[in-house]
């Protein structure tokens, strides 16, 4: 794993060259990993029992803690996006994980914290105009008019701001683990790259994937309150 991002083959589609690159296929093979997962999962809960016991409990467990986790943070009245962000915590916390054994992680690529943090953005917009409609569009000229320009960049700049955060944190762990392989000998990398790799994929990406999606929820509650 280096710091670069390698670009393993391209395609040419009419006359545009497209290339697809480490992240791409990473992100592809997470994508099919979760998918497989929730495969597994709806197979296994299809003898739903009353009183859940064993993987129906413990699946039960975790997506409650969820749900729960949202109501708390945007209320009852905004719970219902609790999928999208359960979707996109999960995403975001295996490609920290994965990144343990080896693979680069696509939140390393700058490419991938802005999508998310993008669609944050449409989804704030579309809550706050869902819910607070013409009010919503008065916030960006207040006190006054003159501040259009002011609170129109302060909103754009939150997916910015958002994704850079993720973006920088993930990559400092990559760059510190690429450096440590490069400039020690062997016979020191046993062992102790595991307490690296503990620390920036497993904490530091846990605690990441946490702020990212606590504060895309703020920002949705700021919206559409």
Not at 9 to 21: C, D, K, L, R, V
Not at 133 to 147: R, S
Not at 177 to 186: G, N, R, S
């Amino acid at each position: 794993m280096g710091l670069e991002i390698d670009n393993l083959w391209s395609i040419e589609i009419a006359g545009q060259e497209f290339w697809i690159t480490e992240t791409i296929v990473n992100t592809w093979f997470i994508m099919l990993l979760l998918i497989v997962v929730a495969i597994i999962t709806r197979i296994k809960l299809r003898k739903f029992k009353r009183v859940p016991t064993g993987f129906q409990n413990a699946i039960e467990a975790v997506v409650e803690i969820f749900d729960n986790f949202v109501k708390n943070t945007l209320g009852e009245k905004l719970s219902y996006v609790a999928p999208w962000f359960f979707m996109v915590f999960m995403f975001l916390l295996w490609s920290a994980l994965l990144s343990v054994f080896g693979l680069r992680a696509p939140t390393a690529d700058w490419a991938t914290t802005f999508a998310f943090a993008f669609v944050s953005l449409i989804l704030m917009f579309y809550m706050g105009f869902k819910h607070q409609k013409g009010d919503y569009l008065k916030t960006f000229f207040e006190p006054h008019f003159v501040f259009f320009p002011m609170n129109l960049i302060g909103e754009l700049a939150k997916p910015v701001s958002l994704s850079f955060r993720l973006f920088g944190n993930m990559l400092s762990g990559t760059i510190i683990l690429t450096l440590y392989y490069a400039l020690t000998p062997v016979f020191i990398q046993i062992g102790i790259p595991s307490l690296l790799h503990a620390f920036f994929d497993v904490i530091i990406g846990a605690l990441q994937t946490y702020i990212f999606v606590i504060l895309s929820l703020m920002y949705v509650k700021t919206a559409a309150d």
